[in-house]
């Protein structure tokens, strides 16, 4: 169906992956979103979550030909790159694979790869690789459009930009509420439906009303939930500053963007799936929604 725009969550933690069988509901996995748009497969955060969806796609080519891999990087802190060398399609010879992101402090994302991935803490230098892998750095003010051939093209947003019916438009938003060098919210819009990613970010009321206009009225919002709100001000072990949201900022800004749907998100590692059931019994209805490994929504 040419329609189908559906999200897969492939990790759902923050900070680090966790492997205890207390976690198996919710997911130890850090952050990685599968979503398919008709042809296109786009995927939002290299976390460990991201090793599943690469060994999917290699089962599935035994059958068809191996789908082009779009990814799209929040930022580069670990738990949203951990999984990148794992990810088989990587590995393939002729595999295209178009990753996005933005380096912090103007530099080149794929030198800075090499040096944080590959080369001397991998087996594997980048120039290695033998998929079609290209590292595109992209900014707020530009555009991607994908079109359902696979070919995919970066605007400016000044730029006139043609946009056909079956194109899949990606736009970004940068945030500072994220140390040290921000994060990129992104939004990904395919014919009528809209949803927007939106981790790593502290929402601090008043202080990102640019985000709320990016996001408004989008669909789906996935959106940072780390911590609950007495972590968050524990006065022993205050959050403030750290760059995460808690459930109710989510929720707060779920309601000012006018979000049809929340999903919370980038779970604390020591979050178990008890904890987060108790709070879904306080938070969860028929809007507001947790995020969990292996759920799939049609957006
Ligand atoms: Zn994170
Ligand atoms: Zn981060």
Known sequence: ????????????????????????????????????????????????????????????????PLVQSNIFLSHIHQDHIQGLQFYKPLFVKDAKINLFGFPPDGENLEDLFETILFDKVFPLKLSEIKSNFKINNVAQNEIVVINQNGSTKIYNTKDSILINEDDIVVSFYKTELHPKYGSLCIKIQYKTKTLVYATDIEFIKGKDEGFIDFAKNCDVLI?????????????????????????????????????????????????????????QTSFENDRILFAKENLEIEI
Do not use: W
Request: with cysteine; glycine share 8%.
């Open 223 to 279: 959106s940072d939930a780390q911590y609950t709100n007495s972590d968050y001000n524990n006065p022993k072990n205050p959050k403030y500053g750290f760059g995460h949201s808690t459930f109710e900022m989510a929720i707060d800004v779920a309601d000012l963007t006018n979000a049809k749907k929340l999903f919370f998100f980038h779970y604390d590692p020591y979050y178990d799936d008890n904890k987060l059931k108790n709070l």
């Open 1 to 64: 169906m040419k329609d189908t725009f559906t999200l897969k969550f492939r990790g759902v933690r923050g900070s680090y992956p966790v492997a205890k069988k207390e976690f198996l509901e919710f997911g130890g996995n850090t952050s990685s979103l599968e979503i398919n748009c008709f042809n296109q497969l786009i995927i939002l955060d290299c976390g460990t979550g991201i090793i599943d969806i690469g060994d999917k796609l290699i089962n599935d080519s035994i059958s068809k």
